[in-house]
């Protein structure tokens, strides 16, 4: 076969594969995680692989889909509070709105998109656009559908084939095997990496801080949770991005104690967990890149990807380094022929 003709089907379907390759991914990395929970489930099954890997994909899917649909919900509150708060045209309002909502006249009815009757009420005051907002919305919602069931296709096909589809691919891929498996492990590396040492920790940091920002009774307490957990991923001050305001905003609106109550849990407790909660989960996560890569990873990936690109780009980068290594190990190594 010409090699330009082998070159341009690859290419072809990379492109094809292109729009749905985050969910692959996912489902590659769940699938390999769920082996822990597939292997018990062969034996209760007496040996019968596919209905153990749909009862393994069902247990999987039960969990995880509540908690991708409360997050989706909370990403959507809080982007919507800081679409209120850069409305506000002087700092002084802004910290105000952050400790006390939106107090101010007219800003109490916002029509919510995660009501019935809110997005009843937004349709009937924007009309036009409020109908285009929501037909890109429903792109969106049937896009992600679809990746989910690829998602979850690719987790039953790795736990059924995995295997064989390995065996295949170590066959045919055009660098050694040696090569092949350093490439898998820092696949496999990567996603444990991501779920321990960044979500993991972050995640941490974002329940101690959602349940202080409810307890000290502070508006938003969950999209404020949220936005914690995304800005999380920057080490040692991320997270005082979102509660240093909040507590300002306090002291603002005259509530000093709940002000240095919150400053006390944020330098105290979430601080502590960035310090040591997240050099002990990414031990665990193992993954083999200096956390200002992965930053830089990250907000790289995001800028030429998309949200996808907080988990595609440290992945990217880290395959990268493997084969600077594997190169690096050829040339100081040269295999002399007999």
Same mark, same amino acid.
């Given at each position: 076969?010409?090699?330009?003709?082998?070159?341009?089907?690859?290419?072809?379907?990379?492109?094809?594969?292109?729009?749905?390759?985050?969910?692959?991914?996912?489902?590659?990395?769940?699938?390999?995680?769920?082996?822990?929970?597939?292997?018990?489930?062969?034996?209760?099954?007496?040996?019968?692989?596919?209905?153990?890997?749909?009862?393994?994909?069902?247990?999987?899917?039960?969990?995880?889909?509540?908690?991708?649909?409360?997050?989706?919900?909370?990403?959507?509150?809080?982007?919507?509070?800081?679409?209120?708060?850069?409305?506000?045209?002087?700092?002084?309002?802004?910290?105000?709105?952050?400790?006390?909502?939106?107090?101010?006249?007219?800003?109490?009815?916002?029509?919510?998109?995660?009501?019935?009757?809110?997005?009843?009420?937004?349709?009937?005051?924007?009309?036009?656009?409020?109908?285009?907002?929501?037909?890109?919305?429903?792109?969106?919602?049937?896009?992600?559908?679809?990746?989910?069931?690829?998602?979850?296709?690719?987790?039953?096909?790795?736990?059924?084939?995995?295997?064989?589809?390995?065996?295949?691919?170590?066959?045919?891929?055009?660098?050694?095997?040696?090569?092949?498996?350093?490439?898998?492990? *820092?696949? !496999?590396? #990567?996603?444990?990496? @991501?779920?321990? /040492? =960044?979500?993991? +920790?972050? &995640? %941490?940091? *974002?329940? !101690?801080? #959602?349940?202080?920002? @409810?307890?000290? /009774? =502070?508006?938003? +307490?969950? &999209? %404020?949770?949220?936005?914690?957990?995304?800005?999380?991923?920057?080490?040692?001050?991320?997270?005082?991005?979102?509660?240093?305001?909040?507590?300002?905003?306090?002291?603002?609106?005259?509530?000093?104690?709940?002000?240095?109550?919150?400053?006390?849990?944020?330098?105290?407790?979430?601080?502590?967990?960035?310090?040591?909660?997240?050099?002990?989960?990414?031990?665990?996560?193992?993954?083999?890149?200096?956390?200002?890569?992965?930053?830089?990873?990250?907000?790289?990936?995001?800028?030429?990807?998309?949200?996808?690109?907080?988990?595609?780009?440290?992945?990217?980068?880290?395959?990268?380094?493997?084969?600077?290594?594997?190169?690096?190990?050829?040339?100081?190594?040269?295999?002399?022929?007999?």
């Amino acid at each position: 076969m010409p090699r330009w003709l082998l070159a341009l089907l690859c290419v072809g379907a990379a492109i094809i594969l292109h729009p749905f390759a985050p969910w692959i991914v996912l489902g590659l990395w769940f699938g390999l995680y769920a082996e822990r929970v597939y292997q018990p489930m062969i034996k209760v099954f007496a040996g019968r692989r596919g209905i153990s890997a749909t009862v393994t994909v069902l247990l999987f899917v039960i969990v995880l889909l509540p908690i991708a649909g409360l997050i989706g919900s909370l990403v959507i509150d809080a982007i919507a509070l800081v679409q209120r708060l850069l409305d506000s045209k002087e700092g002084h309002s802004i910290l105000e709105r952050l400790a006390g909502g939106d107090a101010g006249p007219g800003k109490g009815t916002e029509p919510s998109l995660t009501s019935a009757d809110g997005i009843i009420e937004l349709l009937r005051e924007q009309g036009g656009r409020a109908l285009t907002v929501f037909t890109q919305l429903a792109s969106v919602a049937i896009h992600v559908a679809i990746g989910i069931l690829i998602m979850v296709s690719g987790m039953f096909g790795v736990l059924i084939d995995g295997r064989s589809w390995y065996s295949w691919v170590e066959q045919h891929a055009p660098i050694p095997a040696d090569a092949l498996h350093r490439f898998a492990a *820092a696949f !496999v590396e #990567t996603g444990r990496g @991501l779920a321990w /040492g =960044v979500v993991g +920790a972050g &995640a %941490l940091q *974002a329940i !101690v801080a #959602t349940a202080a920002y @409810l307890i000290i /009774g =502070v508006p938003s +307490a969950l &999209a %404020l949770g949220m936005l914690t957990l995304i800005f999380s991923v920057i080490p040692a001050i991320g997270t005082a991005i979102v509660w240093v305001p909040v507590a300002a905003g306090l002291a603002v609106t005259g509530r000093t104690g709940a002000a240095i109550a919150l400053g006390v849990i944020g330098v105290v407790v979430i601080g502590s967990i960035d310090n040591v909660a997240r050099p002990m989960l990414t031990k665990r996560g193992q993954l083999q890149l200096p956390t200002y890569v992965t930053l830089i990873a990250m907000f790289g990936g995001v800028e030429l990807l998309g949200g996808w690109g907080l988990m595609l780009g440290p992945l990217i980068v880290r395959l990268a380094k493997e084969a600077i290594l594997i190169r690096s190990e050829a040339l100081a190594n040269p295999v002399v022929p007999p």
